[in-house]
């Protein structure tokens, strides 16, 4: 396969997000998943997204871009690019920061390509609840991690954590029939391991089911 060529599989974790299903995001992952099964409720994934926002902001997998909207912090992103697989997200996610005046690039593409160096330069680069939809190992979705600026985000772990009977059925649904998470062996571990391979400094906290992470200072370019 060529360098920068997109995968089924990896196409497989962002198409399911259609007009429908965005239109149901915020209530049922961001209030009822996040809150029963995952056991991080998204105010405080919000505090965290207002500590690393920067002034250049790259938001990869945004979804319905609920966090840039609700976000308060006071470097408020004047500048926003966004980068999904899906088209759909970016749409969604570009009318709400419209609301604060702010304009947003658009860029398509796979958080495991490398980026295009004309897409810009950033402060902060977030990706949440981006990588448990990534196919392969840690090591792999790896390949997406050496950003200049802050690297922040957060993942729904598949091992190593406990899970209740609401997150093992979903993690069971996403991972089986409908093919939206590629998380199963996905550990807080392989996740330490790969940020530091990439970055100098790497705070992680795993709260319920959720890592939340935050890495500085990379240690090479995406592009290597
Ligand atoms: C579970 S949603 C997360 C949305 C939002 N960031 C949040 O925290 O609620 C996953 C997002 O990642 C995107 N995505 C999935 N795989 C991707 C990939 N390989 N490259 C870029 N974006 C991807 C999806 O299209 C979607 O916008």
Redesign the pocket.
């Known amino acids: 396969m060529a360098a920068g060529e997109?995968t089924q599989a990896?196409?497989d974790?962002?198409?399911?997000?259609s007009r429908a299903v965005l239109a149901a995001?915020?209530t049922f992952?961001?209030k009822w998943s996040?809150t029963y099964a995952w056991r991080y409720p998204?105010e405080r994934?919000l505090t965290h997204y207002d500590t690393h926002l920067g002034g250049r902001h790259l938001?990869?997998?945004?979804?319905?871009?609920?966090?840039l909207h609700q976000a308060t912090s006071s470097a408020a992103a004047p500048e926003i690019t966004l980068?999904?697989?899906?088209t759909?997200?970016?749409a969604m996610?570009a009318g709400r920061p419209a609301d604060r005046n702010i304009t947003p690039e658009v860029h398509t593409?796979?958080?495991?390509?490398p980026i295009d160096p004309t897409v810009g330069v950033f402060d902060s680069v977030?990706?949440?609840?981006?990588f448990?939809?990534?196919?392969g190992t840690w090591a792999q979705k790896g390949r997406?991690f050496g950003h200049d600026g802050v690297f922040f985000?957060?993942t729904i772990l598949g091992t190593g954590v406990q899970h209740n009977l609401f997150g093992r059925a979903l993690c069971a649904l996403y991972n089986g029939p409908i093919k939206?998470f590629d998380n199963s062996a996905d550990d807080p571990g392989g996740l330490r391991t790969a940020l530091s391979a990439a970055f100098d400094t790497v705070d992680i906290t795993v709260v319920g089911t959720v890592a939340v992470f935050a890495a500085h200072r990379p240690r090479r370019t995406p592009a290597q």
Do not use: Q
Not at 83 to 86: Q, R, T, V
Not at 109 to 113: D, E, K, P, T, V
Not at 126 to 130: H, I, S, T, W
Not at 132 to 135: F, G, I, N, S, Y
């Open positions: 997109v990896e196409k974790g962002a198409e399911k997000y995001y915020d992952v961001l996040n998204r994934l938001d990869i997998g945004p979804g319905t871009g609920w966090y980068m999904d697989l899906n759909n997200t970016m996610t593409g796979s958080i495991l390509a977030a990706a949440n609840f981006v448990h939809c990534v196919p997406a985000g957060s939206a």
